[in-house]
């Protein structure tokens, strides 16, 4: 083989260097093909033998329409699931966008519109840009807030999606975090998220450190679990500053807005 | 009294027979002290490259240069996934085989290739499953790192999840590991692709995360004034090989990438730390000890991501703690791994222009940069002198087995907007005065570099080596031979058509008292790539078996 009969080979196309991604992204979706395949996965996954066709008869079950259930409370049971209940966490089970679709069916069953906080972003302000950036701060050293969050179709989704922004940076460091649980496995104690308790045994992340470990123990293992824990939302915190914090919550209102 | 005297005297003569039992049975094993003890295999295959010391050589002898010609299949396994070929190294342990394809894990029956559980990752939305080079196994756990940068712990028995992290977040960094994970007592070590690269150490019971080390430095931290303006926001420095471990010293070695653009040095002058290095890590705490670079500021795209074998030897008549890197830059490393000072360097390929030499203080000498724009004949190519297969050490021959490839690159480089992401394009050619590129698999004295002997091939070799106490070295080309050589003679005894390109590292073992050898076959895409010099690659299969060869039941 000469040197002048072969093709540069343009060093993009080197796939071994390079990894390769899919296409498409599987986000969630726009509000109004939420409500509609929310209510798809709703009759497919939720109705029949618990809640009812369109959540208006509980059969073994709570009816979920018009009850006016508060939307972060919908949101950590269909991620978490109910301890105690026979109602398992999806957070895990459904595809992300099922996932959020679902949430946004059952928030319109008690008169929450579906609001878009997936669509593209309105042009953001530049502090709002500089928040953005610190969210999902690929280049720092664990300070990011996407290792938890998942906002506008990235990030980790450890907990549920984020519906109210606090005000202020005070507001965010003593966010009431109730859905963060104490966990006791053989010996050790440590704050949960749970995910699903069952017969089968429970899977919760351990929040002890970032990033969250999804932590899975056999029906053989005797998991405690109580309501409340000592951990502070303000411990993730740390290491940003004031300044950074406002810019965040600054790119959060700025998704948030319809 | 006597009753006291006659007990004695009994422990004695037992402890006498054990003692020689034990040693015996040593013998056996083909051992050769307390050294090869730590880097050799025995009946299990139990880390990446045989042992943390990384030797790819197995004390096992059954299967030897006597008994070669008899070797047959016993089984296959085909992973079903040949979209990459069969790149991963498999574990064993009392006689199970664990195996990743992509990211998928597979618990075998080492004596019978039967299914025991397959695990089933499933990425990220957005994110798909890449190429993955094997699995960790201890503390009751298999352990995979996947392209979407997670790291999962499986329970061995049942293959069910014990614990998964998302060691950082895929989609806003576009981290992902696909190096097998280092097991060091309490803890799991991987090595992860970012914009940063970063090694982390996770406790091996809980997934939490134990320390970081980010191969680039950041702002405040020394080495970070090795980077011009903000280029080490995206330096790369990708550690994504496996590293090795001394538990004397309680070091972790592990290799690191080259910079981003890797071709194109314009923007990110200085001498880019710590790319191009071997890093030694404090076990306990991730704490840099030492780190050398082997290439200062690289623009030839080579990595100092390969293995690092760990091997005590004289040196000018005194005992060293060596780490002996072949690297991708067709030099090979012996530096003292308690310090980090340079033994020696020395090319280990007969094609080198990049540098006219490499000094003993370790400086490149007579830099041969590719200039904007112009074609520049590099050699070794960008392949390297080596791609990430690995070499072999014998403790019983005292030379490492190393696959050395004679292929050059014609280099066009330029800023990214022009030349994408890698700055330049290249082409394949073959070395000043051939008429094609070839390679060569040497027995080397990986202390002088002496050539002991040396086995041509007239296209690369990129399948790892495996050397034994039964005086054996395999490997397999990419027409789909896997061969055995004479350790001592480099005269091939043996070969074996597996039925596609060999990319993988082969292994031995024993089950059931029989020992084995698998061999990963299935040829890849950057093999594919050479089309360009040797029309032949067109017809070297892809696909993704584990072949299993022993001798014949009735010769155990």
């Known amino acids: ?258 | 009294m006597r009753r006291r005297n006659l007990a004695v005297l009994f422990l004695i003569t037992t402890g006498i027979l054990f003692l020689l039992a034990k040693r015996s049975s040593a013998q056996r094993q083909g051992d050769l002290g307390p050294q090869s003890q730590r880097g050799a295999t025995g009946a299990d295959w139990p880390s990446h490259y045989g042992t943390n010391l990384a030797w790819r050589y197995s004390n096992l002898f059954q299967i030897n240069t006597a008994n070669i010609k008899r070797l047959l299949p016993a089984w296959n396994f085909q992973t079903g996934d040949y979209q990459v070929g069969l790149q991963s190294t498999p574990i064993v342990i009392d006689g199970v085989l664990y195996l990743s394809a992509m990211d998928d894990v597979f618990a075998l029956d080492g004596a019978t290739g039967r299914l025991i559980w397959q695990y089933k990752y499933q990425p990220v939305p957005g994110a798909t499953v890449g190429r993955n080079f094997g699995v960790a196994v201890g503390d009751g756990k298999v352990f995979i790192g996947t392209a979407d940068a997670h790291v999962v712990a499986l329970d061995t028995k049942t293959g069910q999840e014990v614990w998964k992290v998302a060691a950082d977040d895929w989609s806003s960094c576009r981290c992902g590991i696909q190096a097998a994970p280092l097991l060091v007592k309490d803890k799991i070590i991987v090595g992860e692709r970012g914009p940063r690269g970063r090694i982390s150490a996770f406790n091996a019971r809980t997934g939490q995360l134990e320390w970081r080390f980010y191969t680039i430095p950041g702002p405040g931290e020394k080495g970070n004034e090795s980077w011009a303006g903000d280029s080490w926001k995206n330096g790369n420095g990708n550690p994504w090989m496996t590293g090795s471990y001394d538990s004397e010293l309680n070091l972790v070695y592990w290799g690191v990438g080259d910079s981003t653009p890797a071709f194109y040095g314009a923007g990110r002058e200085g001498s880019n730390l710590y790319t191009e290095s071997v890093l030694a890590l404090d076990a306990e705490t991730g704490k840099l000890r030492w780190y050398y670079q082997e290439i200062p500021h690289d623009v030839w795209d080579y990595d100092a991501g390969w293995e690092m074998m760990l091997m005590d030897r004289e040196v000018s008549g005194r005992m060293r703690k060596l780490l002996v890197q072949f690297a991708k830059s067709g030099f090979a490393f012996v530096l003292d791994r308690e310090t980090g000072e340079l033994v020696k360097a020395y090319p280990y390929v007969d094609n080198v222009n990049f540098v006219k030499g490499i000094n003993e203080k370790g400086e490149l000498q007579g830099r041969n940069e590719p200039v904007e724009d112009e074609v520049t004949l590099i050699c070794p190519g960008n392949i390297g002198g080596s791609s990430w297969n690995q070499s072999a050490y014998s403790p019983r021959t005292g030379w490492a087995y190393v696959p050395a490839l004679e292929m050059c690159n014609d280099l066009k480089v330029g800023p990214p907007a022009k030349y994408g992401g890698m700055g330049g394009s290249f082409v394949f050619n073959a070395p000043p005065g051939h008429a094609t590129a070839y390679s060569h698999l040497d027995a080397v004295d990986p202390v002088t570099g002496k050539r002991q002997w040396t086995y041509p091939y007239k296209f690369e070799l990129f399948a790892s080596i495996l050397a034994t106490a039964g005086d054996l070295v395999m490997t397999g080309d990419p027409e789909g031979y896997f061969f055995a050589l004479d350790a001592r003679t480099g005269n091939k005894l043996w070969s074996f058509q597996t039925g596609a390109g060999n990319r993988g590292s082969p292994i031995t073992y024993i089950a059931g008292g029989r020992q084995y050898i698998a061999v990963p076959t299935g040829w890849t895409q950057v093999g594919d790539l050479t089309t360009g010099i040797w029309p032949e690659a067109a017809t070297w299969r892809h696909g993704s078996t584990l072949v299993v060869f022993a001798l014949p039941e009735d010769s155990k």
């Open chain 1, 1 to 258: 083989m000469t040197r002048t009969n072969v093709m540069m080979i343009p060093a993009a196309l080197l796939g071994f260097f390079i990894p390769t991604f899919a296409s498409a992204q599987l986000g969630p979706l726009p509000p109004q093909q939420a409500l509609k395949r929310g209510a798809e996965v709703f009759a497919s996954t939720c109705a029949g033998y618990c809640h009812g066709d369109n959540g208006a008869v509980g059969t073994s079950a709570p009816r979920l329409a018009g009850r006016g259930l508060d939307p972060q409370y919908i949101e950590r049971v269909v991620m978490y699931g109910a301890a105690g209940t026979l109602m398992p966490g999806w957070g895990q089970k459904l595809p992300v966008p099922d996932v959020s679709a679902v949430i946004t069916y059952v928030k319109s069953l008690n008169g929450v519109p579906a609001l878009s906080n997936t669509a593209p972003p309105p042009s953001l302000s530049p502090e709002a840009q500089r928040g953005r950036d610190l969210f999902y701060d690929a280049v720092g050293e664990l300070k990011t807030c996407s290792n938890c969050h998942r906002v506008n179709d990235k990030g980790v989704a450890v907990v549920s999606q984020i519906v109210n922004v606090p005000v202020d940076v005070p507001g965010l460091s003593s966010l009431v975090t109730s859905h963060v649980s104490t966990a006791r496995v053989n010996g050790e104690t440590f704050p949960a998220l749970i995910v699903t308790q069952s017969r089968d045994g429970t899977k919760l992340y351990d929040l002890t450190k970032v990033p969250p470990v999804l932590r899975s123990f056999p029906s053989s293992v005797v998991v405690k679990t109580s309501d409340g824990s000592s951990w502070r939302h303000s411990s993730v915190l740390g290491t940003y500053s004031d300044d950074e914090l406002r810019s965040i919550l600054e790119f959060l209102r700025g998704v948030q807005r319809p």
